[in-house]
């Protein structure tokens, strides 16, 4: 199967892997924790302004951080690696100015809100085939958000993500994101 090239795919820029800035995001995880390696981000060109950003990541789990070996990916590691990828592409957008609805935000906000004010509200996964952890890769789609505002004004994003490894492992879910304080 042909490649297809970055415009017909409907993305404006890629940004390669920022290695210090992927290490200042996972500072928030223990060492044994750090799961993801590298990141790629896109913009996507939708011809307007607007919140549209995907990454593609690398990722390995040389020993899980909580249970004896299982021999494959499982929902905890899932719900750390979504976290580690969601976190590391909007710090990528906020230093980059990608999300129009983070435009107002520099990385020094970014870093104090990581943690506290970016919250998951829904979270669902499914998983078609056990993906090898020692090696496997990672795609999130952000594809809306929304300001919200009264008593307290907040931001609501939907994404997508994807997990799969060289093997055909497979699995992916849908989590709702809700940024206090935005």
């Not at 995880?29 to 896109?42: A, D, E």
Request: glycine share 6%; aromatic share 10%; proline share 3%.
């Amino acid at each position: 199967m042909e490649a297809l090239a970055n415009s017909e795919l409907g993305i404006e820029l890629s940004l390669e892997h920022d290695t210090s800035l992927c290490d200042k995001v996972l500072e928030a995880y223990f060492p044994n924790t750090r799961y993801l390696k590298s990141g790629v981000i896109h913009k996507m060109d939708m011809g307007v302004t607007s919140d549209l950003v995907s990454a593609t990541c690398d990722f390995a789990i040389p020993e899980s951080c909580y249970i004896n070996d299982t021999g494959h990916f499982n929902s905890v590691e899932f719900n750390i690696c979504y976290n580690q990828m969601m976190y590391y592409a909007i710090a990528m957008s906020v230093k980059h100015g990608l999300m129009s609805s983070l435009n107002h935000w520099d990385l020094n906000t970014y870093f104090t809100k990581q943690l506290p004010d970016i919250l998951i509200v829904n979270f669902k996964s499914k998983f078609k085939k056990p993906i090898n952890s020692r090696g496997f890769s990672g795609y999130i789609d952000f594809h809306s958000s929304r300001v919200v505002k009264g008593g307290k004004s907040m931001l609501f994003m939907k994404t997508d993500c994807r997990f799969r490894d060289a093997d055909g492992g497979d699995c992916s879910g849908s989590v709702d994101l809700v940024v206090v304080k935005p």
